[in-house]
């Protein structure tokens, strides 16, 4: 199957889950990601909108414990980083974007969204590629998170795919690095 065609399969799933599961999973999500969230201190994180993962929670959560929080914004194609803030304007794809202007940070984690990941660390977005451009730029702890039934075995990746280092479902917690050993059957 191509890329095109695992994101089409995977997204029609996604919209069919209900809201109470939605809040359930990301919960559990939630749940599993509070050790991370008190290790570091800069965090850019998306602003979940429609059925991914919900991050108003973590966010809150962040807020609460005094980290920095990030969060990303679109202009002209390309994703950067704005300083958290309760002043929001929606984008062109309905998201919520705080006003603000870019900000460079350093030695963060980024929490990243995802349409289909699988255990390498391979991930497929919306197709635009926003995040492989930024994180190309910005080196950071990636974690994405996401349903257990958005999680291949393997899916196809291109040159310009960045690999995530986490990844985040209501009942696992994937460490991309010891998965590709495995793939390398290590004794
Ligand atoms: P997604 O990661 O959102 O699923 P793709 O990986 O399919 O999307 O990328 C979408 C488009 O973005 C591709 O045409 C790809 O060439 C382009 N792209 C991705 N990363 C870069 C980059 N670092 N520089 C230039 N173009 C890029
Ligand atoms: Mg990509």
């Known amino acids: ?47 979940s909108f429609k059925n991914e993962v919900e991050t108003k929670q973590i966010i809150k959560f962040l807020i609460q414990n005094k980290k920095n929080v990030y969060l990303p914004k679109i202009k002209n194609g390309k994703i950067f980083a704005v300083k958290f803030s309760n002043d929001m304007k929606k984008n062109n794809y309905g998201i919520d974007e705080p006003n603000g202007e870019k900000i460079e940070i350093s030695n963060f984690v980024s929490i990243i969204p995802a349409i289909v990941l699988d255990k390498q660390g391979n991930r497929i977005g919306f197709g635009k590629g926003y995040y492989d451009r930024f994180l190309k730029e910005n080196e950071c702890l990636k974690v994405a998170l996401c349903y257990d ?3 291949f075995d393997k899916i196809p990746s291109e040159e310009h795919d960045v690999k995530m280092d986490y990844i985040i479902t209501p009942t696992r917690l994937i460490n991309c690095h010891l998965s590709l050993n495995k793939a390398f059957n290590c004794p």
Do not use: A, D, G
């Open 1 to 47: 199957m191509t890329k095109q065609q695992i994101r089409k399969q995977v997204l029609i799933k996604r919209e069919q889950l209900t809201s109470k599961e939605v809040s359930l999973f990301s919960y559990k999500i939630f749940n599993s990601l509070t050790p991370l969230l008190l290790q570091y201190k800069n965090f850019f994180i998306y602003n």
């Open 149 to 151: 039934f958005q999680l």
